[in-house]
């Protein structure tokens, strides 16, 4: 059994009672970053399983084989990145695809989501959305990235660097209007922020803020009632 464990996002005890049974009686943990990994079994008590070995975006090909050879063998193996549900803008869907093509059971641990949290926080429209992960850094590319939305009605999600987050507002007002949009911040933290405002007023709060901690960005679809065409800046919250 291969099983795919979401983990904290940031606030630990958003682990879940069975992700840590099942981290408890696995064979083999492989993770993004195994000091993350031993640092979150340490705090729940965890006994270390047999091995704990790394699976990140430049060893996938290798990694991934070797943790077939466990399965084959009938070892239990649970994957897990640093934060979040594996696969989501992190390995893990190569060795999913690997398990599947061998016939190897896969079951997923749920637990802590950014998209999912920054999109029920936002206000706008849950209904229908796209999470598109992290934009390119290229000017061109990124707009290409926001021309792919421009038209469609449902909510956009994604996430960014906080040492970006200016350039990719930029970039969508640009190309998407002044659309409403919902900014999220260090989620789950002591220190957790959403700003909920439209496009220019929220690169204006960047201008003079310092953004801190990943960003997970909502944006409103194509639909006139979320694009604030008046002269009058919103309201930041």
């Not at 998209?115 to 290409?144: D, E």
């Amino acid at each position: 059994m291969l099983y795919l464990i979401a983990t904290p996002i940031g606030n630990l005890s958003d682990i879940s009672l069975r992700a840590i049974d099942v981290l408890k009686k696995v064979s083999v943990i492989a993770c993004e970053d195994t000091r993350r990994t031993r640092a979150l079994l340490t705090h729940f008590g965890i006994k270390h399983p047999m091995e704990i070995m790394s699976y990140y975006e430049h060893n996938e090909s290798k990694s991934g084989e070797r943790i077939l050879e466990y399965l084959k063998n009938n070892y239990t193996v649970a994957f897990c990145s640093d934060s979040g549900y594996p696969g989501i803008s992190d390995p893990g869907y190569r060795l999913v695809r690997m398990a599947i093509e061998n016939n190897i059971n896969v079951e997923v641990i749920p637990g802590p989501s950014a998209v999912l949290m920054a999109l029920v926080l936002s206000g706008l429209p849950t209904s229908s959305f796209t999470f598109k992960g992290y934009p390119p850094r290229r000017s061109g590319s990124i707009k290409r990235f926001f021309e792919e939305e421009k038209n469609a009605p449902h909510t956009l999600v994604l996430f960014e660097s906080p040492f970006r987050i200016k350039k990719t507002l930029e970039s969508a007002l640009t190309v998407l209007g002044n659309r409403y949009v919902a900014m999220c911040s260090e989620l789950t933290k002591k220190f957790e922020r959403v700003h909920r405002s439209d496009l220019v007023s929220l690169i204006k709060y960047c201008e003079n803020t310092q953004i801190r901690g990943e960003v997970t960005l909502v944006i409103a679809g194509n639909n006139p009632k979320f694009l604030n065409d008046s002269s009058n800046d919103s309201k930041m919250d």
